[in-house]
């Protein structure tokens, strides 16, 4: 089974702020790496699938990059709306979600 | 415009099985390429991938959980369904449904149903 590291598991950072969460990889997963958003009681939202493609409708401010086994999720300035639990989710060998970076205003 | 809803017991006890289903609107799992997963979250948790089923019918499921889930669809009915035997309080989580297009993200959610196992 392919293991998905997100770091760190909270993240505090200030309005206007460049952010960037990381995932990892137990193995080369090929770019089939999506990233979530999941606000406070929410249902999760697709931010960024295969690497690196924007999902309709999101900030251009969320941008994904990576390859092999290290995958990053950069917001350009954060905004207060952005406090949420961010969720990688590899799907190039079964199907496993990396347990979540918390981002929080400071 | 995609919807989905899922759709459960609420309630149940250990040993029993949970049926949860997953009435969805806007496209058809018909359709090449369209796919229904399931995913859980237990209350403070992170994301938990159980199973898959694609418009031909292939499904893939969890492996730490495979014994205990059956994934299935109606498409005349536009439903899916995930049914999970032997339950226990390890299971208690919100459960949610979402579709894939040709890819296997999630472009859409339903709004999960909470499912608590007590006796």
């Known amino acids: 089974d392919i293991q998905m590291t997100q770091s760190p598991p909270v993240l505090s950072a200030s309005v206007g702020d460049r952010v960037t969460l990381s995932c990892k990889a137990s193995q080369n997963i090929n770019k089939n790496l999506d990233w979530y958003q999941q606000k406070h009681g929410e249902a999760p939202k697709l931010l960024i699938y295969?690497?690196?493609n924007l999902q309709t409708g999101i900030p251009s401010r969320f941008s994904g990059s990576g390859s092999g086994t290290d995958y990053t999720l950069t917001i350009s300035s954060l905004q207060p709306e952005d406090v949420a639990t961010y969720y990688c989710y590899q799907y190039n060998s079964g199907y496993t979600f990396g347990a979540g970076t918390k981002l929080e205003l400071k | 415009q995609v919807t989905l809803k899922e759709s459960g017991p609420g309630i149940l006890q250990p040993s029993q099985t949970l049926s949860l289903t997953c009435t969805f609107s806007g496209f058809s799992l018909s359709t090449y390429g369209m796919g229904v997963g399931w995913i859980r979250q237990p209350s403070g948790k992170g994301l938990e991938w159980l199973a898959n089923?694609?418009?031909?019918?292939?499904?893939y499921y969890n492996p730490s959980l495979k014994n205990r889930l059956t994934i299935s669809k109606d498409t005349s009915n536009n439903q899916a369904f995930l049914k999970i035997t032997n339950v226990d309080t390890a299971d208690t989580a919100t459960y949610y449904c979402a579709r894939m297009r040709m890819g296997n993200w999630f472009a859409y959610w339903g709004q999960g149903t909470l499912v608590t196992v007590s006796s």
């Open positions: 089923i694609w418009w031909d019918d292939d499904k």
């Open positions: 295969y690497t690196n």
